[in-house]
């Protein structure tokens, strides 16, 4: 079973000092790496010596792999770059990873630096696991990648790391409830129950006759549903979140429209379309420049 590498590369507008600095300083390191979730360099008694440290990796609330890894070689070639190479491994079975390999290199560029890592490792658990690593492997790439870009971000345009993440996790939560909202309502309400209500307000709204009214409560139901799919398969977060800024007020004022008395209904469409419209400000608000996997070069020039 055939596997590549795993390789990411981003151009980031700084001098290498800069970058080299967030990258091997643990501290620094492991805010924005989101494969680690702390590193210790161990002591040494020369500064010959490789360096050697220990790491952790939040797996779940809980749960933890613990692994050590050396850096066994720092190389500054003529032209400016750099490269680190590491050595890692774990002895925890929870890891798929074993043991592995691979560099850093920090390469001059006409306007910055360009950050690139190339990395491989060995799986354990045999032909499963080497099943499992089809899956592994794509979320360890995407990772790398993802904790690139908010490396980026963090020394061009001095975001913390913290920030970044906070904000992704955010978003996520957010197209998750906008997805189950919109779902939900297209089909419970409206194809599963078709509610009389309902049907009343869009009778009341559009001078159907009832059913025809019943017919356009079906597609309306199938409308929102193919939104609610929207909300999971459309990147572009900020314009979905920009129509619904425009698309509540009107949806609320319909329904006042077709029925004044729904004002006063427990949790009435006024306040509750209030409360999403008001979600989905704060969400496009907080939407803007994500960090993304998509902003890395992933594999090498000229590789198929």
Sequence with gaps: ??????????????????????????????????????ITYLPKASAEEPQSFLYETKVAPGIKVAGWGKSIGTHNKKDGSKTSSLHFGTQQRISPIAEGKGYWQYIPAANGTTFLTQYDYKVRFGVMGLLLDQIFRPLM???????????????????????????????????????????????????????????SMLSSLAFMDKPAAEQGVVLVGLLEIIFAAVWLLYREKRHLLALQMI??????????????????????????????????????????????ASSCKRKRTGES
């Design 141 to 199: 790439g995407w990772a790398t990648a993802l904790s690139f870009d908010v490396l980026k971000r963090w020394i061009e345009k001095g975001e913390l790391p913290r920030t970044q993440y906070n904000r992704l996790v955010i978003n996520a939560m957010i197209t998750m409830l906008f997805f189950f909202i919109w779902l939900y309502h297209g089909l419970v309400p409206k194809l599963m129950t078709r509610q009389s209500e309902e049907v």
């Design 1 to 38: 079973m055939k596997k590549k590498p795993i390789y990411v590369e981003i151009p980031i507008r700084a001098d290498i000092d800069d970058v080299w600095q967030k990258t091997q300083k643990p501290e620094l390191h492991e805010q924005w790496d989101l494969r680690f979730s702390a």
């Design 247 to 292: 698309l509540f007020p009107i949806v609320t004022m319909c329904a006042l429209i077709a029925d004044p008395s729904v004002s006063s209904h427990p949790f009435t469409p006024v306040t509750f379309n209030a409360s999403l419209w008001v979600i989905s400000i704060i969400g496009f608000i907080l939407a803007k420049d994500l960090p993304t």
